[in-house]
């Protein structure tokens, strides 16, 4: 069965903390995505990724960073984490080209920050 | 410009009915695939069904359908005798051929099975 994991489903920081979010894809996809989720707003993409170390801003990159050192994984990574990144993180893969590959969703890590 | 407009935050629907949830797509891209996604409240997305620009014929994938209408640019789910289990966020994406990397989500629709 094809799967992608993320690494918490649930995750509690402080205000200042430095947050990984780690995702793993084991169908061996050149794309990986991180989407962020809130209510009423749908899936805003923060980053993707279509190669090892490649990375491409999405359309709210600003206080997130990613890392891509394997094919199979790619990590989130807010700095420093600030209340308004309390959200649904929603990591993804899918094949690197034509319109015809659908994304694969992990299950989903949901960050709350004090 | 929005690339996915879903205009119905909210639908009810009475169990064992259909219900259409509406997509409206914008793209000078010839080549696009379009896609809905479940949500349901554990938050996984799962993905329900696919249509292709070029496709002839209306996708199909068993209670779901999708009523594509090119010309209007639009693609909306159609979720025959509906379930209990049907009661969901549901999503509409657009991959574009020429920029294929990139997924577009509209904002979702909740929708509510009454029994």
């Known amino acids: 069965d094809v799967k992608v994991t993320q690494s918490s489903r649930y995750l509690v920081k402080r205000t200042g903390e430095k947050v990984f979010l780690e995702c793993v894809q084991d169908?061996?996809?050149?794309?990986m995505f991180w989407y962020r989720q809130d209510p009423g707003l749908g899936l805003r993409l923060i980053y993707f990724?279509?190669?090892?170390?490649?990375?491409e801003k999405g359309d709210i990159p600003e206080g997130y960073s990613v890392s891509r050192e394997k094919k199979e994984r790619f990590s989130l990574i807010l700095e420093s984490a600030s209340t308004n990144q309390t959200s649904m993180y929603l990591c993804?893969?899918?094949?690197?080209?034509?319109?015809?590959?659908?994304?694969?969703f992990g299950e989903g890590s949901r960050l709350t920050v004090l | 410009a929005q690339k996915i407009t879903q205009t119905q935050p909210g639908m009810f629907v009475q169990e064992k009915e259909a219900v259409t949830l509406d997509c409206t797509y914008d793209?000078?891209?010839?080549?696009?695939?379009l896609f809905w996604y479940k949500q349901p409240s554990s938050g996984e997305m799962i993905f329900l069904i696919y249509?292709?620009?070029?496709?002839?014929q209306n996708a199909t994938e068993g209670r779901y359908s999708l009523n594509f209408q090119k010309a209007r640019k639009s693609a909306n789910l159609v979720i025959s005798a509906s379930q209990l289990g049907d009661s969901a966020m549901y999503f509409c994406?657009?991959?574009?051929?020429?920029?294929?990397?990139?997924?577009?989500f509209g904002t979702g629709t909740s929708l509510t099975v009454i029994p």
């Open positions: 994406a657009m991959r574009e051929g020429a920029g294929g990397n990139q997924f577009y």
């Open positions: 993804a893969s899918s094949l690197l080209a034509g319109v015809t590959g659908e994304l694969f």
């Open positions: 990724s279509y190669d090892v170390k490649m990375k």
């Open positions: 793209t000078s891209d010839p080549s696009y695939g």
């Open positions: 169908m061996d996809h050149e794309n």
């Open positions: 249509q292709g620009s070029y496709d002839q």
